[in-house]
């Protein structure tokens, strides 16, 4: 079966996003396909390479780059959602004159037409 996850929350600010990681973790587990997580809204923080998580909570993005890694799943983040929390491809910062791109390793900024494509083409969309 075909998954893809939409992932609403922040990582730091809800154990939703702890439940979203561990459903990932078990959908590649049982050998289902994860086709991708699209992070929008406040969860698009997760992408952010300059944050620095504490050393007694998870580090989301390392996570969720396993889990993608293990699955080949793609992570994308929701471009308008990214832009406005500061997490910006390349093409971006230099559109917003911010000097460099901000995004983690792993993830990209994407457009909600991904989004549309992975309710198309996965059998399930589960959203967090």
Do not use: Y
Not at 46 to 62: F, I, K, M, Q, W
Not at 75 to 99: P, Q, W, Y
Request: net charge negative; hydrophobic share 45%; aromatic share 6%.
């Amino acid at each position: 079966m075909k998954f893809s996850l939409v992932i609403t929350c922040a990582p730091q600010l809800s154990e939703m996003h702890h439940d979203a990681l561990a459903f990932a973790q078990a959908v590649v587990d049982a050998g289902h396909t994860l086709e991708q997580v699209f992070f929008w809204g406040e969860a698009t923080i997760t992408a952010l390479n300059a944050a620095v998580t504490p050393r007694d909570e998870h580090d989301a993005a390392s996570l969720w780059r396993q889990i993608a890694t293990q699955g080949n799943s793609e992570l994308n983040v929701c471009i308008a959602s990214a832009t406005r929390r500061g997490v910006l491809n390349a093409n971006e910062a230099i559109r917003h004159d911010k000097g460099s791109s901000s995004v983690a390793p792993g993830f990209s900024v994407v457009g909600l037409g991904s989004l549309i494509e992975a309710e198309t083409n996965s059998d399930r969309v589960v959203r967090f």
